[in-house]
């Protein structure tokens, strides 16, 4: 169970605070309500190269780090395409530290020119890296703009094209920031060696003054029904072939949320997955499998993704895929593996709430969500999953007419 | 016009010294030594079994990996599928570790569990039957793995580095081939199994809110096993660094090119090693640290720029590693061996004394906060011959460095004509 409260400061700003005294430690977690969702087509990957404009330097605060470095801190930041995300840790007596220094950026940032041109460059790296630099990195380019046609799901958070981080200049970053970064449209919350009004105080003290702004309203088109089956195929300089499907499935709040997301550990959690079982150890078609879903707010997709085993024919490896997908529409045979997923959930949430930070990082998702609340109910929610529920899901979200699939293969005469 | 938040940051208080908790121990009847650490709020517990059996033993590549994965192929009792399926439906976690010095398993468990998972890692660890099949379909799987990861310019760089400073025929520095993949048998590792992983060579670590009677429950399922380790299995190679201190792997159609810069250094058991820590820090070792400022806060070359020390058993080394455009490679290590250079002449100013100081302490209250943190930092230090008492050494050594003395370090510990240099990229 965790205990939290909650309070709005008259700007807006939200705050959830949850006492954890068997740790000397805060965390502090501040979520932005803008991803890569609220970007202009022709202009992505902005949300995420404001992340890193952050640690620039703000009003008051020419660098964001050495302060809390000097008092023993250690921080982060993520970017999606619905959230952007900064959090921080720090002995419990400098909290008020992380204060300052988030209350500073959220009112400003010293936009300066030399700062954007360095991370433009430090960005255009991290794409490199991550998604050209990296056997099958660009797979996910390529497979986000055929399953979305319209939703700005359709590119990832580093950016439709890097040409479009290249372009940004510091007006656009300007108006970025006014329209988006603002108390009324940020989730704080602390978890840790940290009181209800200790954390009230500092709020009050140093988000108090900072001013509501006119958020930009969004208006996000709606993907239109995927109404056929939808393929494409790259050829690659890889060692095997590999495979990516993905379903469109409803938005993060839907009733068919849990069923989903224990379809996806039925189908690949662990050892004992089934398409570990039956695609990796019984037929040896894929020398690794892997499925889940992603947690995006608008609807998002179920992913399925496996890298093929030398000399298998990627057309049989799919049938096969489709095979174990169809297998879940058996109701009898699914009771005692839910009871197994449903437990490995249970288990997986108490780990993870053994971690202030990620304490911090759930409670402001959920209230994002609606229902803070929601964190100490999601694993009465998975426990009422049922099989027929997972049967229902199933028949629902994969018919062949709702996936997309992707034919990574590879050039090489010997994969 | 709103009104200014402050310029000056609040108060700072000295990070409190960490309190470094206890850590218990007991023997069981066959004489294995149990260490406890007893903390947290959630009846879960983290059980980690550990041999030394790690790479290092190993006279054939792959066979102390391979042995530890395949623990879970199947036991006496137990087919691979019914042992994992139980774990799961326990709601169990089971991390298998094979390393270059040590290897076991780590299980995390609701503590209601404790028996099913005790009856599991007795059956994993001392009855497992090595099935043909499945190690032939497992060695099919890690080859093609090995072959997606060797096409990683990271991967690439960093096992040219091990080869490079402990040489080709050392375990902690030879290269895999294809043809590896293909060399074990059932056999092999049976008898790798039988002479390390036996209660002689074993140590338990357990972390959490332990249950009531945990003692009797471990001497119950693991008291009575009795096996000792074949002294003589253990391999006589001696680490031997290659000559060439400068290796370039052409890969051309690399976007990025990788950079490994370090040698071989002291481990642990060094009285120089916490300073050394220290140094690295102010190197590579943290966001605010000399690299991260130059080469990426200023320069924009690169996403990350970092420098380790690392220990092991029979060495230890320090690698500074970043990823930058091919045509950036040659400036940025001008650039971190200048950094080098200045560290071994310029002392630093209080103001970064103070920062590292700070930040190394924060470090250091996260390294104990919370059952598994603490049994983590327990056992890189135990592993080495070493008590808990390493920590208060550091944390001494992190109030009362000086300046002079991170020069001294950096003069004897980073000499330019004695780091190796691997890069992997474009020619």
């Known amino acids: ?52 404009l952050m640690f620039g330097g703000s009003v008051n605060i020419p660098e964001y780090d050495k302060p809390l470095q000097m008092v023993g801190g250690e921080n982060n930041a993520f970017t999606n395409n619905d959230i952007t995300n900064y959090y921080l840790t720090v002995p419990s007596e400098n909290i008020e530290t992380g204060f300052w220094l988030e209350s500073d950026r959220m009112q400003g940032l010293d936009f300066s020119q030399r700062n954007l041109d360095t991370q433009k460059r430090v960005v255009i790296e991290e794409f490199n890296q991550r998604y050209l630099n990296q056997p099958y990195g660009d797979a996910i380019l390529k497979l986000r703009p055929l399953a979305y046609k319209v939703h700005p799901y359709r590119w990832p958070a580093i950016g439709r094209d890097i040409s479009h981080v290249s372009a940004v200049d510091l007006k656009h970053i300007k108006e970025f920031f006014f329209s988006h970064y603002a108390p009324n449209n940020a989730i704080l919350t602390l978890t840790g060696k940290i009181t209800y009004e200790r954390a009230l105080r500092l709020s009050s003290e140093w988000f108090g003054p900072l001013p509501r702004r006119n958020i930009k309203e969004r208006k996000l088109p709606v993907e239109p029904l995927q109404e056929e089956e939808r393929s494409m195929v790259i050829e690659s300089d890889v060692p095997s072939d590999a495979l990516y499907k993905v379903w469109h499935i409803g938005p993060r709040k839907s009733p068919d949320y849990q069923a989903l997301d224990l379809i996806t550990d039925l189908l690949a959690g662990g050892e004992t997955g089934r398409l570990h079982i039956k695609l990796v150890r019984e037929k040896k078609l894929f020398s690794e499998i892997n499925a889940y879903i992603t947690s995006d707010i608008d609807p998002g997709l179920m992913t399925i993704h496996g890298k093929l085993m030398k000399g298998i024919d990627i057309m049989t490896a799919e049938e096969s895929v489709n095979e174990v997908v169809n297998g879940l529409l058996e109701i009898d045979e699914t009771e005692e593996e839910i009871e197994k997923v449903r437990n490995k959930f249970e288990s997986s949430t108490v780990f993870s709430n053994t971690s202030i930070l990620n304490k911090a990082v759930s409670l402001a998702n959920y209230e994002l969500l609606g229902n803070p609340e929601l964190i100490n109910m999601e694993v009465e929610s998975y426990r009422g999953v049922s099989a027929e529920m997972v049967a229902e899901a199933a028949e629902r979200f994969f018919p062949s007419s709702n996936c997309t699939t992707l034919y990574y293969k590879s050039s090489r005469k010997d994969s | ?72 192929e199947g036991s006496q009792n137990y087919s691979s599928e019914e042992m ?9 976690f089971l991390n298998l570790a094979p390393e270059k010095d040590l290897a076991g398993v780590v299980f995390f468990f609701l503590n209601k569990h404790i028996e099913k998972v005790l009856e599991l890692s007795r059956e994993l660890l001392f009855s497992p039957v090595f099935p043909e099949a499945e190690l032939n379909a497992l060695m099919k799987k890690r080859l093609r793995w090995f072959l997606v990861n060797r096409e990683k310019v990271s991967n690439q760089s960093i096992d040219q580095f091990f080869e490079s400073i402990f040489g080709k025929s050392h375990p902690y520095g030879r290269q895999l081939r294809e043809q590896d993949f293909e060399m074990l048998n059932p056999s092999v590792i049976r008898e790798f199994h039988s002479a390390y992983y036996t209660t002689d060579n074993m140590t338990i670590i357990l972390s959490g809110k332990l249950v009531p009677g945990t003692p009797e429950l471990l001497n119950r399922y693991f008291g009575n096993i009795n096996s000792s380790k074949k002294q003589e299995k253990d391999i006589k190679v001696v680490i031997s660094s290659e000559q060439q201190k400068l290796v370039h792997i052409e890969k051309n159609d690399a976007v990025q090119t990788a950079i490994r810069i370090g040698s071989p250094t002291i481990n642990k058991c060094n009285k120089d090693y916490p300073g050394l820590k220290i ?100 056992r890189s230090v135990w592993e080495f011959g070493l008590d808990i008492n390493y920590f208060h050494i550091l944390s001494e050594k992190i109030l009362k460095i000086k300046p002079d003395e991170i020069i001294e370090l950096a003069r004897t510990y980073y000499n330019i004509d004695d780091l190796y240099q691997v890069t992997v990229g474009p020619k």
């Open chain 2, 84 to 92: 994992n399926r139980l774990l799961d439906y326990y709601g169990a």
């Open chain 1, 1 to 52: 169970m965790i205990n939290f409260k909650r309070f709005t400061l008259d700007n807006g700003l939200r705050v959830l605070v949850h006492e954890d005294n068997s740790t000397p430690l805060v965390a502090m977690n501040i979520l932005y309500d803008v991803g890569s969702k609220d970007e202009d087509p022709e202009m992505t990957g902005i949300a995420h190269l404001f992340e890193h």
């Open chain 2, 279 to 378: 140094l690295n820090t102010v190197l590579g070792g943290y966001f605010g640290s000399r690299l991260m400022k130059n080469i990426r806060e200023e320069k924009g070359f690169t996403y990350g720029i970092s420098s380790n020390v690392s220990s092991l058993n029979l060495s230890g080394y320090k690698v500074i590693s970043t990823e930058v455009s091919p045509k950036n490679c040659r400036q940025t290590i001008d650039e971190i061996f200048t950094e080098i250079k200045v560290l071994q002449n310029k002392p630093l100013t209080d103001d970064e004394m103070a920062v590292v100081r700070n930040y190394i302490s924060g470090e250091m209250v996260r390294m104990f906060d919370g059952p598994f943190a603490i049994a983590e930092s327990f």
């Open chain 2, 1 to 72: 016009m709103i009104k200014n938040l402050q310029k000056m940051q609040p108060p700072v208080f000295p990070v409190e010294r960490v309190i470094i908790p206890e850590v218990k121990s007991f023997s069981l009847n066959n004489g294995v030594t149990v260490y406890s650490i007893e903390a947290g709020t959630e009846d879960i517990m983290r059980m980690e079994i550990v041999f030394r059996a790690g790479q290092v033993k190993e006279l054939i590549p792959l066979l102390s990996s391979t042995t530890n994965m395949m623990l879970s």
